[in-house]
């Protein structure tokens, strides 16, 4: 499957679970911010990428990845990010400005920072996987 | 032009539908599983205790000629919650109606009641339901298709004279567990309500002192207790495809209290 492919099916998804039209979906459209989804639809977008790409994706996996090789206490401290955390973050999440990714953000903001470009990374990442 | 009577053209029926009932070998839960059976269900029953009951409703239910399963299982324990949902897709391949009908209850006014008893209830009345509709509901979200019944009680919604608090305490949350699923889960198709019955007649109700139920037909309306087929009954539409609007609702069936 190439990245067009994954992408028009990560697009094909996110139309199922929130209410968009098709052409406001773009690679830098944020899941939360800009298509309006909810906790709810964040979960139901993970399991419909499941079942369409016939994937297992981790819970909170973005977050496991970013504190991946550090030392949790080093990550976030009192539900706020520290300097290497926000620096693992930048990394696992390439696709995002960097500049919206700061020392001291709330670890509970992480998921407004989702595009669909993060989602189709995921899918590209588990597909690899399960090749 | 007149439109043209039909008697007989509304039918509830469960052909073809995989049910599952927790507590069903007894009381009201034995009344729902042959009820569904009657309506065509296929039907398996989770009970603890009883095997001499389990095996007699499972003969019931084969009797309408559809399939019975009874799995032995502790519903407040969620390894063996999980595991029985395992073996029912495992045989009958999906389930489309589960029922949390499960609930003990010891009378015990509450200024007497040890931290066990309170625990116990806690953990059959309201765990039971996280056990067994946490990993049906998972199921049910794959094929966008389900019906969840949850059995409580009208003492979780207003106060009945003389019921104890620990028993009502579990009974109200049932319809927060009702009102907060449906919304969470409607967006797969899965329609999640709930029956709050009076004072039915099953094991509870025949150990009132006679006294009690003197009184309870003085102040019931209908003046006497239900049956477990009147609440089995409206179980059968609710759970039906006939059924495809209401969601979150709880239904009391009382005799009017």
Redesign the interface.
């Known amino acids: 499957m190439d990245r067009n492919e994954i992408i028009d099916g990560v697009k094909e998804c996110l139309l199922e679970c929130v209410r968009a039209e098709a052409d406001s979906i773009t690679l830098k459209s944020r899941i939360i911010d800009d298509l309006g989804a909810d906790s709810?639809d964040l979960l139901?977008i993970i399991?419909t990428l499941e079942?369409k790409f016939k994937i297992k994706i981790k819970q909170g996996e973005i977050v496991k990845m970013a504190q991946d090789g550090i030392p949790p206490e080093e990550f976030q401290k009192n539900d706020r990010l520290l300097a290497k955390g926000a620096e693992r973050l930048r990394e696992v999440l390439s696709e995002v400005n960097t500049d919206e990714i700061t020392e001291g953000m709330s670890t509970a903001k992480i998921p407004y920072l989702f595009n669909v470009e993060t989602f189709v990374k995921i899918v590209e990442r588990n597909l690899g996987k399960t090749a | 032009m007149k439109p043209e009577r039909k008697p007989n053209s509304i039918t509830i029926t469960l052909a073809g539908k995989i049910a599952v009932v927790t507590g069903g070998s007894r009381g009201i839960g034995r009344a729902i599983a042959l009820k569904f059976a009657e309506a065509g269900a296929d039907v398996c029953i989770i009970y603890k205790n009883s095997d001499p009951d389990a095996k007699s409703v499972v003969q019931e239910i084969e009797a309408y000629g559809v399939r019975a399963l009874a799995i032995k299982c502790d519903a407040s324990s969620a390894e063996q919650a999980g595991h029985a949902v395992e073996k029912i897709v495992g045989k009958f391949e999906k389930i489309d109606i589960l029922v949390n009908n499960v609930a003990i209850t010891e009378n015990i006014p509450f200024l007497a009641l040890e931290s066990e008893s309170w625990q116990k209830a806690v953990s059959v009345n309201i765990n039971s339901f996280y056990n067994f509709t946490h990993p049906v509901v998972h199921h049910m979200k794959d094929r966008r298709y389900g019906r969840i019944l949850n059995i409580g009680s009208i003492c979780g919604i207003r106060p009945i004279a003389a019921v104890p608090v620990h028993y009502a305490t579990t009974k109200g949350a049932v319809n927060a567990f009702t009102f907060t699923l449906a919304r969470e889960v409607a967006r797969y198709n899965i329609l999640v309500n709930s029956i709050a019955p009076g004072l039915i007649e099953t094991d509870f109700a025949a150990g009132l002192p006679e006294v009690r139920m003197k009184d309870f037909e003085k102040f019931c309306p209908l003046a006497r207790p239900g049956q477990p087929s009147e609440i089995a009954n409206f179980a059968v539409f609710m759970v039906s495809d006939l059924n495809t609007y209401m969601t979150g609702e709880t239904v009391i069936i009382s005799g009017g209290l």
């Open positions: 709810l139901d399991f079942r």
